[in-house]
């Protein structure tokens, strides 16, 4: 019969980081094969992220609660007084209850449960310290998912955007042509921000096919970046893809290939920063859990503006004016141009992890290396969302003014949740 642990002891073995990172590997591996559109990834780890954060700071009272602060957010449920608790096995319970609730793959999850159980078991926590925790970790994730379940995204299920056909606006784009992706996505709740326009950006470059033009210089540059396939510019490009289902032709034959999504991959490099940094279980949380709120956030704001000035993507322009056999290096995404989402979002978690980790960190990201898609290194934080917004001009999918204005509105956004929810400096543990 092993030792009986004390509380010490067991909430210091619980509290491994190491056990956060390895189900937040595993609910962006089910994302990533559920198939999970980039902005519906986002609201999938804000609400695991919460749920996560909420269930693990009780332990910790230097660290402020969310809920409570969010829009339409009530407090969490709180820890019977005088009760033992290991917080940390509640934090993990509570991820893999919303997370299982919020994506699709049961079976994944029954896989992963079978491997992950045994480790909380080999904790060796007391019988009733451990039922109790994990009820208190249900308790968090019910609140949570109550609070998702009020947010409109239901409602906005199996809504088809109607193309216009007006010059100057966004029509399907080849291999796939698909439908328009979460047209009305402006219309969920949102977290913080008091509305989708809080950060509006400035209109777009107007429709204009004079050579003379601001529009049509932004095209010639999109085309000439195209047509000159600068292995460097291609590379960026293909490293910050993060296109979740991409559609590949091999002569008569069309397969899909599915890839992380900007979300996911933000979320591995705040893993690879914590991890350097040697973050601790609770600070690992909060950084999840305020990058995911930033990025939530972002996708609603720059959807927002996409559905508003529904911007035709350069393909479609280059292709109708200038060269019919031109294709760009990426896969051009199901949705308006104007503004980036990929720099928007980038934009809004960097600057959150900028905030929690310093923001003149240098790292390595090797997060789709087993995708493929290789290692960077970067000076800071923001020289990566810079690149990562850049990308999207490398790959031909959107002007500079969409990317640049893009990124600034991310920036906004990300300030704006640590304004909001870090009302005093950062807790350090």
Not at 24 to 29: E, Q, Y
Not at 65 to 75: A, C, E, I, V, Y
Not at 233 to 258: C, L, P, R
Request: proline residues 8%; hydrophobic residues 35%; charged residues 20%.
């Amino acid at each position: 019969m092993p030792a009986k642990t004390t509380p010490e002891q067991y909430n210091a073995q619980a509290s491994n980081p190491q056990l956060l990172y390895d189900c937040s590997k595993a609910l962006t591996d089910i994302i990533i094969h559920d198939i999970f559109k980039p902005p519906v990834a986002s609201r999938i780890y804000g609400y695991t992220y919460l749920a996560t954060y909420e269930a693990l700071r009780p332990g910790y009272s230097s660290y402020p609660s969310l809920l409570g602060k969010l829009n339409g957010s009530t407090p969490a449920p709180t820890p019977k007084p005088g009760e033992a608790y290991c917080f940390p096995l509640a934090s993990l319970k509570a991820f893999l209850t919303v997370a299982r609730a919020l994506t699709f793959s049961a079976d994944l999850w029954d896989n992963f449960d079978k491997e992950f159980t045994p480790r909380l078991e080999a904790l060796h926590v007391p019988a009733d310290v451990y039922e109790r925790s994990m009820l208190y970790g249900e308790d968090v994730a019910k609140h949570v998912l109550a609070y998702a379940g009020k947010d409109h995204y239901k409602e906005t299920r199996g809504f088809r955007y109607t193309v216009t056909n007006k010059p100057g606006t966004w029509v399907p784009t080849p291999p796939a042509y698909a439908d328009a992706c979460e047209p009305q996505w402006n219309t969920v709740r949102l977290f913080t921000l008091d509305s989708a326009r809080q950060f509006r950006c400035p209109p777009p470059a107007k429709y204009d096919l004079n050579p003379s033009s601001p529009f049509w210089k932004l095209t010639q540059e999109v085309y000439t970046i195209g047509k000159r396939q600068d292995k460097n510019e291609q590379a960026i490009a293909y490293f910050w893809d993060d296109n979740a289902f991409v559609t590949n032709i091999a002569g008569h034959v069309m397969f899909g290939s599915k890839k992380m999504t900007p979300p996911g991959h933000w979320l591995a490099i705040a893993t690879t920063l914590a991890k350097q940094q040697k973050f601790s279980m609770i600070q690992a949380a909060q950084l999840y859990s305020l990058a995911s709120i930033a990025m939530y956030d972002a996708f609603i704001a720059c959807w927002d503006e996409k559905y508003t000035s529904v911007r035709i993507r350069p393909e479609t322009v280059i292709n109708n004016n200038i060269d019919p056999t031109w294709r760009p290096f990426l896969e051009t995404p199901a949705f308006p141009e104007y503004v980036s989402g990929h720099s928007d979002i980038s934009a809004a978690a960097g600057r959150v992890i900028a905030q929690l980790v310093g923001p003149a960190v240098a790292f390595t990201d090797s997060t789709e290396h087993p995708y493929g898609h290789g290692v960077r290194t970067f000076p800071s934080i923001e020289a990566a969302y810079q690149e990562a917004s850049v990308s999207r001009v490398y790959g031909g999918i959107h002007y500079r003014d969409g990317v640049e204005e893009g990124t600034k509105q991310g920036e906004h956004v990300g300030e704006w949740v640590l304004t909001k929810l870090l009302a005093k400096p950062l807790a350090t543990n």
